[in-house]
């Protein structure tokens, strides 16, 4: 039927209203009715039909709705015999409706590309042959098999193979990410190159995909303080616009002005400014990887004027890199000294061996494995190397404690620098130092920055020794740097900043951060990609481990506010302007809902600009 399909009631009553135009207004119809007036009336009923249906269902739960002013308006336009004012009034309402719905649909255009990207079949190996399968039938612990250019149907593990996978609907990345044997996949992502078997482990709804998706439904429909303020107000302003316009008429005993007063005063754009902006603005971060928990949220985050934030794997890499090789015995080269180092840690398990043989190798040097070694705990490692005793630690390793003076001075600069220096020793001698530290994330410069240029304050919150937290924030230009902390402590700064009046933003690895992250004003959580815990609970969550993508977020929030207020006072403008016409002459009912309505679409407009696209770090 017409009355449930929102372009045909449109279409209709359209066409209705201009064959009144081009009938002769002479031809009779029933009784004093033209034929003319009996097709704009039957083109008031059909586009007021459903807006009817609308305002009585509304009336049930006892709320007026804007939808029962245009029917009081069509009818008493229709009571005195204004047949064109009744169906301009229910044909623009209408029109302006099913545009309205249009322009919503595009704006949750972030959320119907999740949803279409989520994959159906899946090709299993079972019994040594491959099957293609309904994705339900796939099951935990099944390996699936990927070819290039297909989309990987689950979450899981590479088993074996190799490629690039567009992981844009996850992380909204567009570089193809690189996997090999051990490296996570996520359902709804597609295989750009190579061939790759998956352990299956997150199937249908139990995927990152569907976690999103559902986390995206949520955040859209949650509700802004701003917006549930203006619906509160919308309760109390739509019965105070119908008593004054009763007023007026019965003042002025003119009803025609009365019912355009409930026309023009309609709260249309003031109620649709909010939530068009909201969906657009968590839309547009979900499409690039930043799942914002709600409208809520996203208000809160445009405030943020302070960020707390861990180093280590946030503004750090999270993992030691060599960083210096000094030579201390210019008999040798840096590349000696590096070489005869990594030789002898490959005989070693602790962590600061692996950035020692990495390094080496990243300067493209030859490292064969130690033909003896004896680590010592808690000093370093010696290793016997084409007959010369090789030991990499701490001084009293060596024969004899190099005399203070210019080798002490490299120890000690770069112990200051917050790196870890060790001798390398050769039968009893140092040759060299070497140092590693936890170096600094290549975005973490480009970050910083753009939160400087937002007027955020950075303080960085760290459990490591004050000299190596010291040396990454004046590396980065970190405001303030608070260090040797306990989770406790991190707790302690929120509340003094929050205190201090900041509103504040915690970025943290979820686990010894927990209490500071609840007490933040917004808690942030970054690579929530693998974590499905940091997609449901984070009140931001970067699904791709790069730090500029908060700069980002905090960002498209203002924006988004900003897009909000514009929005609101588009609408009051409108109001003002259409009731200043309606006292001073020339707003008609029929005038008045066209630029009603027109305002309406131009809140929506505004709000759709948030989805165009913006470069990403």
């Given at each position: 039927?017409?009355?449930?399909?929102?372009?045909?009631?449109?279409?209709?009553?359209?066409?209705?209203?201009?064959?009144?135009?081009?009938?002769?207004?002479?031809?009779?119809?029933?009784?004093?009715l033209?034929l003319?007036?009996?097709?704009?009336?039957?083109?008031?009923?059909?586009?007021?039909?459903?807006?009817?249906?609308?305002?009585?269902?509304?009336?049930?739960?006892?709320?007026v709705?804007?939808?029962?002013?245009?029917?009081?308006?069509?009818?008493?336009?229709?009571?005195?015999?204004?047949?064109?004012?009744?169906?301009?009034?229910?044909?623009?309402?209408?029109?302006?409706?099913?545009?309205?719905?249009?322009?919503?649909n595009?704006?949750?255009?972030?959320?119907?590309?999740?949803?279409?990207?989520?994959p159906?079949?899946?090709?299993?190996?079972?019994?040594?042959?491959?099957?293609?399968?309904e994705?339900?039938?796939?099951?935990p612990?099944d390996?699936?098999?990927?070819?290039?250019g297909?989309?990987?149907?689950?979450?899981?593990?590479?088993?074996?193979?190799?490629?690039?996978?567009?992981?844009?609907?996850?992380?909204?990345?567009?570089v193809?990410?690189?996997?090999?044997?051990?490296?996570?996949?996520?359902?709804?992502?597609?295989?750009?190159?190579?061939?790759?078997?998956?352990?299956?482990e997150?199937?249908?709804?139990?995927?990152?995909?569907?976690?999103i998706?559902?986390?995206?439904?949520?955040?859209?429909?949650?509700?802004?303080?701003?917006?549930?303020?203006?619906?509160?107000?919308?309760?109390?302003?739509?019965?105070?616009?119908?008593?004054?316009?009763?007023l007026?008429?019965?003042?002025?005993s003119?009803?025609?002005?009365?019912?355009?007063?409930?026309?023009?005063?309609?709260?249309?754009?003031?109620v649709?400014?909010?939530?068009?902006?909201?969906?657009?603005?968590?839309?547009?971060?979900?499409?690039?990887?930043?799942?914002?928990k709600?409208?809520?949220y996203?208000?809160?985050?445009?405030?943020?004027?302070?960020l707390?934030?861990d180093?280590?794997?946030?503004?750090?890499?999270?993992?030691?890199?060599?960083?210096?090789?000094?030579?201390?015995?210019?008999?040798?080269?840096?590349?000696?000294?590096?070489?005869?180092?990594?030789?002898?840690?490959?005989?070693?398990?602790?962590?600061?061996?692996?950035?020692?043989?990495?390094?080496?190798?990243?300067r493209?040097?030859?490292?064969?494995?130690?033909?003896?070694?004896n680590?010592?705990?808690?000093?370093?490692?010696?290793a016997?190397?084409?007959?010369?005793?090789?030991?990499?630690?701490?001084?009293?390793?060596?024969?004899?404690?190099?005399?203070?003076?210019?080798?002490?001075?490299?120890?000690?600069?770069f112990?200051?620098?917050?790196?870890?220096?060790?001798?390398?020793?050769?039968?009893?001698?140092?040759?060299?130092?070497?140092?590693?530290?936890?170096?600094?994330?290549?975005?973490?410069?480009?970050?910083?920055?753009?939160?400087?240029?937002?007027?955020?304050?950075?303080?960085?919150?760290?459990?490591?020794?004050?000299?190596?937290?010291?040396?990454?924030?004046?590396?980065?230009?970190?405001?303030?740097?608070?260090?040797?902390?306990?989770?406790?402590?991190?707790?302690?700064i929120?509340?003094?900043?929050?205190?201090?009046?900041?509103?504040?933003?915690?970025?943290?690895?979820?686990?010894?951060?927990?209490?500071?992250?609840?007490?933040?004003?917004i808690?942030?959580?970054?690579?929530?990609?693998?974590?499905?815990?940091?997609?449901?609970?984070?009140?931001?969550?970067?699904?791709?481990?790069?730090?500029?993508?908060?700069?980002?977020?905090?960002n498209?929030?203002?924006?988004?506010?900003?897009?909000?207020?514009?929005?609101?006072?588009?609408?009051?403008?409108?109001?003002a302007?259409?009731?200043?016409?309606?006292?001073?002459?020339?707003?008609?009912m029929s005038?008045?809902?066209?630029?009603?309505?027109?305002?309406?679409?131009?809140?929506?407009?505004?709000?759709?600009?948030l989805?165009r696209?913006?470069?990403?770090?």
């Open positions: 039927m017409f009355k449930t399909k929102t372009w045909g009631v449109v279409i209709v009553s359209g066409l209705l209203i201009f064959l009144s135009w081009i009938i002769p207004s002479e031809i009779d119809a029933v009784g004093a033209s003319a007036d009996v097709f704009m009336l039957t083109a008031a009923v059909i586009a007021g039909w459903q807006i009817a249906i609308s305002a009585v269902q509304a009336l049930r739960i006892k709320m709705s804007i939808d029962l002013l245009v029917i009081i308006a069509a009818v008493g336009a229709a009571f005195i015999q204004n047949y064109w004012e009744s169906a301009a009034v229910t044909f623009l309402f209408a029109l302006g409706k099913a545009l309205e719905k249009a322009t919503m595009r704006t949750r255009k972030a959320l119907s590309d999740l949803v279409d990207s989520a159906e079949i899946a090709k299993v190996l079972r019994e040594g042959e491959e099957e293609t399968v994705l339900w039938e796939v099951e612990g390996t699936v098999i990927v070819r290039n297909e989309q990987i149907p689950v979450d899981g593990t590479v088993i074996s193979g190799h490629g690039g996978v567009d992981e844009a609907t996850i992380t909204g990345e567009s193809p990410a690189e996997k090999a044997q051990d490296s996570e996949v996520f359902a709804g992502t597609w295989l750009r190159s190579g061939l790759l078997r998956v352990t299956a997150g199937i249908g709804a139990d995927s990152t995909l569907a976690k998706i559902h986390r995206v439904e949520d955040a859209q429909d949650d509700k802004a303080r701003t917006q549930s303020f203006l619906e509160r107000f919308s309760q109390y302003y739509t019965p105070a616009v119908i008593a004054f316009a009763v007026i008429g019965l003042i002025s003119d009803i025609e002005l009365a019912l355009t007063l409930l026309v023009i005063a309609c709260p249309g754009a003031l649709i400014s909010i939530p068009v902006s909201i969906v657009a603005g968590i839309g547009r971060s979900a499409k690039d990887g930043v799942l914002i709600g409208g809520d996203l208000e809160t985050s445009a405030q943020i004027d302070a707390v934030v180093k280590t794997g946030t503004l750090t890499k999270g993992r030691p890199a060599l960083t210096d090789v000094t030579v201390l015995n210019h008999s040798y080269t840096e590349e000696q000294v590096l070489r005869l180092a990594a030789r002898a840690e490959t005989a070693s398990e602790h962590p600061l061996a692996e950035a020692i043989i990495t390094g080496a190798k990243d493209d040097l030859e490292v064969e494995p130690v033909e003896s070694a680590p010592v705990t808690g000093k370093g490692i010696t016997n190397i084409d007959k010369h005793t090789i030991v990499v630690g701490a001084a009293e390793l060596l024969d004899t404690t190099p005399a203070p003076g210019a080798e002490d001075d490299v120890v000690q600069r112990n200051e620098e917050g790196k870890t220096a060790m001798y390398v020793g050769m039968d009893g001698t140092a040759i060299g130092v070497v140092a590693v530290a936890d170096t600094i994330r290549d975005d973490a410069p480009a970050a910083v920055r753009a939160l400087h240029d937002n007027d955020i304050k950075i303080v960085m919150a760290t459990g490591d020794a004050y000299p190596v937290a010291k040396s990454v924030a004046k590396e980065l230009g970190v405001d303030e740097v608070r260090a040797q902390l306990l989770p406790e402590d991190k707790l302690d929120v509340k003094q900043l929050q205190g201090e009046g900041y509103t504040v933003a915690m970025m943290g690895d979820g686990v010894n951060d927990t209490p500071a992250l609840a007490q933040a004003d808690g942030v959580a970054m690579g929530a990609a693998g974590s499905p815990a940091a997609i449901e609970t984070a009140d931001i969550a970067l699904m791709a481990d790069a730090l500029p993508r908060l700069p980002y977020a905090l498209l929030a203002q924006r988004t506010v900003r897009t909000m207020r514009i929005n609101i006072a588009i609408a009051l403008i409108t109001v302007i259409l009731l200043a016409g309606v006292f001073l002459g020339g707003v008609t005038i008045g809902m066209l630029v009603h309505e027109a305002s309406v679409l131009l809140v929506i407009a505004i709000a759709m600009l989805l696209p913006r470069k990403l770090e």
